[in-house]
Protein backbone atom coordinates (compact mmCIF):
# COMPACT_ATOMS: atom_id res chain seq x y z
CA UNK A 1 0.00 0.00 0.00
CA UNK A 2 0.65 3.40 -0.08
CA UNK A 3 3.42 4.46 1.88
CA UNK A 4 3.54 8.21 3.73
CA UNK A 5 4.28 10.72 1.40
CA UNK A 6 5.42 14.33 1.86
CA UNK A 7 5.69 17.16 -0.54
CA UNK A 8 7.47 18.97 -1.83
CA UNK A 9 10.16 17.15 -1.65
CA UNK A 10 12.49 20.28 -2.31
CA UNK A 11 12.00 23.98 -1.03
CA UNK A 12 14.14 26.69 -1.61
CA UNK A 13 13.13 29.88 0.76
CA UNK A 14 14.64 33.27 0.91
CA UNK A 15 15.54 34.60 4.71
CA UNK A 16 12.19 36.11 6.35
CA UNK A 17 9.68 34.06 3.67
CA UNK A 18 6.88 31.32 5.16
CA UNK A 19 6.95 27.90 3.87
CA UNK A 20 4.64 25.15 4.78
CA UNK A 21 5.76 21.77 4.02
CA UNK A 22 2.50 18.81 4.15
CA UNK A 23 2.66 15.35 5.09
CA UNK A 24 0.08 12.78 4.14
CA UNK A 25 0.38 9.49 6.26
CA UNK A 26 -0.44 6.18 5.87
CA UNK A 27 -4.66 5.86 5.79
CA UNK A 28 -5.91 5.42 9.20
CA UNK A 29 -2.81 5.65 11.15
CA UNK A 30 -3.18 7.32 14.45
CA UNK A 31 0.19 8.93 15.32
CA UNK A 32 2.26 11.47 13.07
CA UNK A 33 5.38 12.56 14.14
CA UNK A 34 7.44 15.73 12.66
CA UNK A 35 11.35 15.38 12.80
CA UNK A 36 13.77 17.80 11.66
CA UNK A 37 17.58 16.27 10.18
CA UNK A 38 20.07 18.68 10.05
CA UNK A 39 22.73 17.83 7.51
CA UNK A 40 25.19 14.75 8.79
CA UNK A 41 22.86 14.50 11.92
CA UNK A 42 20.54 12.29 13.09
CA UNK A 43 16.67 12.90 12.90
CA UNK A 44 15.43 15.30 16.28
CA UNK A 45 11.89 15.26 17.27
CA UNK A 46 9.69 18.25 16.72
CA UNK A 47 6.02 17.32 17.77
CA UNK A 48 3.52 14.72 18.10
CA UNK A 49 0.01 14.23 17.15
CA UNK A 50 -2.66 11.56 17.78
CA UNK A 51 -5.20 12.29 15.26
CA UNK A 52 -6.24 15.68 15.41
CA UNK A 53 -4.71 16.49 18.82
CA UNK A 54 -1.07 17.66 18.88
CA UNK A 55 -0.12 16.04 22.40
CA UNK A 56 3.42 17.34 22.12
CA UNK A 57 5.65 20.10 21.06
CA UNK A 58 8.15 20.26 22.79
CA UNK A 59 10.47 19.84 19.64
CA UNK A 60 9.81 22.70 17.82
CA UNK A 61 12.65 25.05 18.18
CA UNK A 62 10.81 28.32 18.41
CA UNK A 63 7.07 30.61 18.14
CA UNK A 64 8.44 30.42 14.57
CA UNK A 65 7.72 26.64 13.94
CA UNK A 66 3.78 25.61 14.12
CA UNK A 67 1.95 22.20 12.90
CA UNK A 68 -1.06 21.37 12.42
CA UNK A 69 -3.69 17.91 11.66
CA UNK A 70 -6.98 19.37 11.51
CA UNK A 71 -8.84 16.62 10.66
CA UNK A 72 -6.41 14.01 11.88
CA UNK A 73 -5.19 12.83 8.89
CA UNK A 74 -2.80 15.27 6.26
CA UNK A 75 -0.50 17.65 8.57
CA UNK A 76 1.50 20.31 7.80
CA UNK A 77 4.45 22.05 8.95
CA UNK A 78 4.48 25.65 9.02
CA UNK A 79 7.47 28.16 9.62
CA UNK A 80 7.31 31.74 9.29
CA UNK A 81 10.11 34.25 8.68
CA UNK A 82 12.65 31.51 7.89
CA UNK A 83 16.28 31.86 8.87
CA UNK A 84 19.32 30.21 7.40
CA UNK A 85 19.33 27.84 10.45
CA UNK A 86 16.14 26.23 9.38
CA UNK A 87 17.74 24.99 6.54
CA UNK A 88 17.53 20.90 6.96
CA UNK A 89 15.68 17.91 6.16
CA UNK A 90 12.07 17.54 7.62
CA UNK A 91 10.52 14.32 7.80
CA UNK A 92 7.23 13.25 8.68
CA UNK A 93 5.83 9.73 10.14
CA UNK A 94 3.24 7.77 11.40
CA UNK A 95 2.27 4.58 13.13
CA UNK A 96 -0.90 2.75 13.33
CA UNK A 97 -1.78 2.71 16.83
CA UNK A 98 -1.44 4.93 20.11
CA UNK A 99 1.44 2.99 22.05
CA UNK A 100 2.89 1.37 19.30
CA UNK A 101 6.46 2.43 18.65
CA UNK A 102 7.43 1.37 15.02
CA UNK A 103 7.26 4.30 13.11
CA UNK A 104 7.06 4.69 9.26
CA UNK A 105 8.69 7.57 7.93
CA UNK A 106 8.22 9.67 4.19
CA UNK A 107 11.08 10.37 2.48
CA UNK A 108 11.22 14.25 3.34
CA UNK A 109 11.60 17.48 2.77
CA UNK A 110 14.49 19.49 2.53
CA UNK A 111 14.49 23.14 3.07
CA UNK A 112 16.87 25.35 1.57
CA UNK A 113 16.92 29.06 3.58
CA UNK A 114 18.65 31.32 1.09
CA UNK B 1 17.68 12.51 28.75
CA UNK B 2 18.17 9.65 26.36
CA UNK B 3 21.25 9.77 23.78
CA UNK B 4 23.04 6.91 21.31
CA UNK B 5 25.87 7.14 19.88
CA UNK B 6 26.78 5.37 17.22
CA UNK B 7 30.25 4.00 15.41
CA UNK B 8 31.07 7.24 13.39
CA UNK B 9 31.71 6.53 9.76
CA UNK B 10 32.26 6.28 7.05
CA UNK B 11 32.52 2.94 6.73
CA UNK B 12 34.01 0.98 3.54
CA UNK B 13 33.79 -2.70 3.11
CA UNK B 14 33.96 -5.04 0.20
CA UNK B 15 31.29 -7.36 -1.02
CA UNK B 16 31.15 -10.33 1.75
CA UNK B 17 32.98 -8.84 4.55
CA UNK B 18 31.36 -8.85 8.20
CA UNK B 19 29.71 -5.72 8.98
CA UNK B 20 29.33 -4.36 12.67
CA UNK B 21 28.06 -1.04 13.30
CA UNK B 22 28.37 -0.27 17.07
CA UNK B 23 25.32 1.33 18.97
CA UNK B 24 25.27 2.06 22.71
CA UNK B 25 22.52 4.51 24.63
CA UNK B 26 21.62 5.90 27.96
CA UNK B 27 18.06 6.40 28.61
CA UNK B 28 15.83 5.90 31.51
CA UNK B 29 13.85 2.92 31.99
CA UNK B 30 13.18 0.00 29.78
CA UNK B 31 13.00 1.58 25.83
CA UNK B 32 12.95 -0.39 22.70
CA UNK B 33 15.57 -0.13 20.72
CA UNK B 34 15.90 0.33 16.64
CA UNK B 35 17.88 0.30 13.13
CA UNK B 36 16.62 2.31 10.91
CA UNK B 37 18.36 2.28 7.81
CA UNK B 38 18.13 4.99 4.37
CA UNK B 39 19.28 4.35 1.19
CA UNK B 40 19.91 6.71 -1.28
CA UNK B 41 17.22 9.37 -2.06
CA UNK B 42 14.78 7.91 0.16
CA UNK B 43 13.36 7.88 3.43
CA UNK B 44 14.14 6.33 6.60
CA UNK B 45 13.34 2.44 6.70
CA UNK B 46 12.73 0.63 9.83
CA UNK B 47 15.36 -2.17 9.50
CA UNK B 48 14.83 -4.11 12.78
CA UNK B 49 14.08 -3.50 16.77
CA UNK B 50 13.82 -5.17 19.70
CA UNK B 51 12.19 -4.43 23.04
CA UNK B 52 13.13 -5.83 25.88
CA UNK B 53 16.76 -7.01 27.36
CA UNK B 54 18.13 -9.75 25.64
CA UNK B 55 15.54 -9.80 22.46
CA UNK B 56 17.71 -10.40 19.14
CA UNK B 57 16.06 -8.09 16.20
CA UNK B 58 16.80 -9.64 12.79
CA UNK B 59 16.02 -8.74 9.31
CA UNK B 60 17.70 -8.97 6.09
CA UNK B 61 20.57 -10.76 7.73
CA UNK B 62 20.79 -7.94 9.65
CA UNK B 63 20.85 -8.94 13.54
CA UNK B 64 21.26 -6.72 16.76
CA UNK B 65 20.77 -7.85 20.41
CA UNK B 66 19.70 -5.85 23.11
CA UNK B 67 22.27 -5.85 25.87
CA UNK B 68 20.92 -4.11 29.11
CA UNK B 69 24.28 -5.01 31.16
CA UNK B 70 26.22 -2.63 28.26
CA UNK B 71 23.86 -0.83 27.46
CA UNK B 72 24.65 -1.69 23.79
CA UNK B 73 22.79 -2.24 19.95
CA UNK B 74 25.14 -3.39 17.91
CA UNK B 75 24.66 -4.20 13.81
CA UNK B 76 25.59 -7.09 12.56
CA UNK B 77 25.77 -8.87 9.20
CA UNK B 78 27.64 -11.49 8.17
CA UNK B 79 28.47 -11.21 4.46
CA UNK B 80 27.28 -7.95 3.17
CA UNK B 81 26.30 -6.85 -0.31
CA UNK B 82 27.06 -3.48 -2.42
CA UNK B 83 23.07 -3.24 -1.94
CA UNK B 84 23.41 -2.68 1.19
CA UNK B 85 25.40 0.89 0.92
CA UNK B 86 23.50 3.05 2.83
CA UNK B 87 23.19 5.23 6.29
CA UNK B 88 22.36 3.10 9.42
CA UNK B 89 20.60 5.17 12.38
CA UNK B 90 20.30 3.53 15.69
CA UNK B 91 17.54 4.60 17.01
CA UNK B 92 15.80 4.58 21.56
CA UNK B 93 12.36 5.61 22.14
CA UNK B 94 11.35 7.14 24.92
CA UNK B 95 9.51 5.46 27.92
CA UNK B 96 6.41 5.66 30.13
CA UNK B 97 4.73 8.13 28.17
CA UNK B 98 6.76 9.54 26.03
CA UNK B 99 7.51 5.91 24.57
CA UNK B 100 6.55 7.46 20.79
CA UNK B 101 9.60 9.88 21.04
CA UNK B 102 12.46 8.35 18.96
CA UNK B 103 15.99 9.65 19.76
CA UNK B 104 18.39 9.09 17.04
CA UNK B 105 22.46 8.78 16.58
CA UNK B 106 23.98 10.68 14.61
CA UNK B 107 23.95 7.74 11.25
CA UNK B 108 26.91 5.86 9.87
CA UNK B 109 27.37 5.65 5.84
CA UNK B 110 28.01 2.00 4.85
CA UNK B 111 29.73 1.99 1.58
CA UNK B 112 30.27 -1.64 0.27
CA UNK B 113 32.71 -1.56 -2.78
CA UNK B 114 32.06 -5.17 -5.22
Known amino acids: GAGVSQSPRYKVAKRGQDVALRCDPI?????LFWYQQALGQGPEFLTY????????KSGLPSDRFFAERPEGSVSTLKIQRTQQEDSAVYLC????????????FGPGTRLTVL | GNSVTQMEGPVTLSEEAFLTINCTYT??????LFWYVQYPGEGLQLLLK?????DKGSNKGFEATYRKETTSFHLEKGSVQVSDSAVYFC?????????????FGKGTLLTVNP
Open chain 1, 93 to 104: ASSPRTGDDTQY
Open chain 1, 27 to 31: SGHVS
Open chain 1, 49 to 56: FQNEAQLD
Open chain 2, 27 to 32: ATGYPS
Open chain 2, 50 to 54: ATKAD
Open chain 2, 91 to 103: ALSGSGGSNYKLT
